[in-house]
């Protein structure tokens, strides 16, 4: 895990230094490898956090927790080279699973971590560049619905089932408000409630999606 750690940190950080210095991209062919690194380091962390103590163990890692979180709102704007994008989508997606996982299967202090690192305000960004290749748009505006359909819906009444349980959390709640409020998040729901994809599952998730997010602020006001 140390390795995909360091080398996530690496290039998330060497992002950073680029777009801060508005650097060029590197030729095609070393930003190929480098992006298919990464995505096949995301699903080794993937694949480990079906395990809750490697999710605890990544949660102390607070700078990789950032990264992943950054990666999760990766653009898609190469468009003139197919293959590029389609490793650009393959982090993205590898890291919001991730994220997911830590989501469904953490307990309230991994709530906290989360909440700590926007990631209510990432799920906002998430869906407002929802978008994929070709049939995969859909796909990706749906899971994004769900992981903020249930990240907020679980502050509101806590969690009883198999996973770890836990009661309401209002002041983590109240911290997710303001993100989602930060990132226009009622507009962005709204503007999927007509997509009538994936047999009306887009819809179905975002009408409810915007019933937890009207209920939340309506509690919080």
Do not use: W
């Not at 989501?103 to 991994?110: E, H, I, Y």
């Not at 049939?135 to 806590?158: A, K, P, S």
């Not at 226009?184 to 009306?200: C, R, T, Y």
Request: hydrophobic share 30%.
């Amino acid at each position: 895990m140390q390795d995909a750690a360091r080398a996530i940190i690496s290039f998330t950080d060497s992002l950073a230094y680029k777009k801060e210095r508005k650097q060029n991209e590197q030729p095609e062919s070393e930003t190929t490898d480098s992006l298919s690194k990464i995505a096949g380091y995301l699903e080794y962390l993937r694949n480990k956090f079906r395990n809750n103590n490697a999710i605890k163990e990544m949660i102390k890692h607070q700078n990789l927790l950032r990264s992943i979180t950054s990666l999760t709102i990766f653009k898609l704007n190469n468009h003139s080279n197919q293959e590029i994008d389609r490793l650009r989508l393959n982090v993205r997606y590898n890291s919001r699973e991730c994220l997911n996982r830590i989501q469904f299967q953490g307990d309230a202090q991994d709530f906290a971590d989360l909440v700590n690192v926007q990631y209510g305000k990432v799920i906002c960004i998430s869906l407002s560049t929802a978008g994929g290749i070709g049939e995969e748009d859909d796909e990706e505006i749906r899971n994004v619905l769900i992981y903020f359909y249930y990240f907020l819906r679980e502050q509101h009444q806590g969690r009883n089932y198999p996973q770890p349980s836990f009661q309401p959390l209002p002041l983590l709640a109240r911290s997710t408000k303001e993100q989602f409020e930060e990132e226009g998040a009622v507009e962005e729901i709204e503007a999927q409630i007509k997509n009538s994809g994936l047999n009306g599952s887009i819809k179905y998730f975002a009408n409810g999606a915007k019933a937890e997010t009207l209920n939340h602020f309506n509690n919080n006001n």
